[in-house]
């Protein structure tokens, strides 16, 4: 597969076309933001942690009916998808209340909901990514009513699926963001990437942060704790 034209350079990724106009080449960079680009800085070795756990969570959820945009891995830091147009939506599901939710509800982190939660946010840099109602997402047209209603189940599927392979792991996952994209015949397929830098995740006995967290909290052992997530992950996927 030839690497062409680069077409985009996100925070995290660039994106490259390839001869076949259905498949694009994904390049993970060790760059990492937060606080949409206000905090910056690297974590040597994310991309390439980064791009073998996403291909890895892909391909279980695969298996579990869940299709994705990915084709194949490529290198240690660029993996060979399907090109989608990103549905403009960005997909969270929580478990265990954190991050902004504790912010903007006034709960503790840590409190396990009696159910898991989505939200749905506005893909929207300029805009700082700004939480909205589905009534807000048809207004918009950023998707259908039947879209809408794929991505919710889809999401509620990968939380089931990956809160079941991370307990394998010793870990807990407490919330996640997802992306979704169309395929040119228009199906909706899990797109982006799933990560610590997308998750969190708390080791299970003691709570300890395994995530990007530690960097944007300035946690320290940021390094260490993609290694240690990756860890765990290949270990489980040889049991
Ligand atoms: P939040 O609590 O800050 O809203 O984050 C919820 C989850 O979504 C958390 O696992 C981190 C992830 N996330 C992203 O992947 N990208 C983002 O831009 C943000 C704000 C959160």
Same mark, same amino acid.
């Given at each position: 597969m030839i690497k062409g034209e680069m077409l985009y350079e996100g925070k995290a990724k660039k994106v490259f076309a390839t001869e076949d106009p259905e498949l694009l080449i994904i390049d993970y960079k060790d760059d990492a933001t937060a606080f949409n680009g206000l905090k910056r800085g690297t974590i040597a070795g994310k991309g390439i942690i980064n791009n073998e756990m996403s291909n890895a969570l892909m391909r279980m959820l695969e298996t579990k009916g869940v299709p994705t945009h *990915? #084709? $194949?891995? *490529?290198?240690e830091r660029e993996t060979l998808v399907k090109r989608v147009k990103i549905v403009p939506l960005e997909v969270i599901v929580r478990n265990i209340a954190a991050g902004s939710f504790s912010k903007r509800y006034g709960i503790d982190e840590? $409190? #396990?909901?009696a159910e898991p939660t989505i939200e749905i946010s506005y893909k929207n840099d300029a805009l700082g990514d700004p939480l909205l109602n589905e009534y807000h997402a048809l207004a918009m047209e950023l998707c259908t009513r039947a879209e809408l209603d794929m991505i919710k189940s889809y999401s509620f599927k990968i939380n089931d699926e990956l809160k079941k392979f991370w307990a394998g792991c /010793? #870990?807990? *996952? #407490?919330d996640f963001k997802l992306e979704f994209g169309r395929l040119s015949d228009g199906t909706i397929v899990l797109a982006d990437e799933i990560s610590p830098d997308t998750c969190r995740l708390w080791?299970? $006995?003691? /709570?300890e942060k395994l995530d990007k967290d530690r960097f944007r909290r300035d946690l320290g052992g940021v390094e260490e704790a993609y290694r240690e997530i990756m860890g765990r992950l290949k270990k489980q996927l040889e049991a």
């Open positions: *990915l #084709v $194949k891995e *490529l290198s840590g $409190k #396990v909901f /010793g #870990v807990t *996952l #407490v080791d299970a $006995k003691t /709570g």
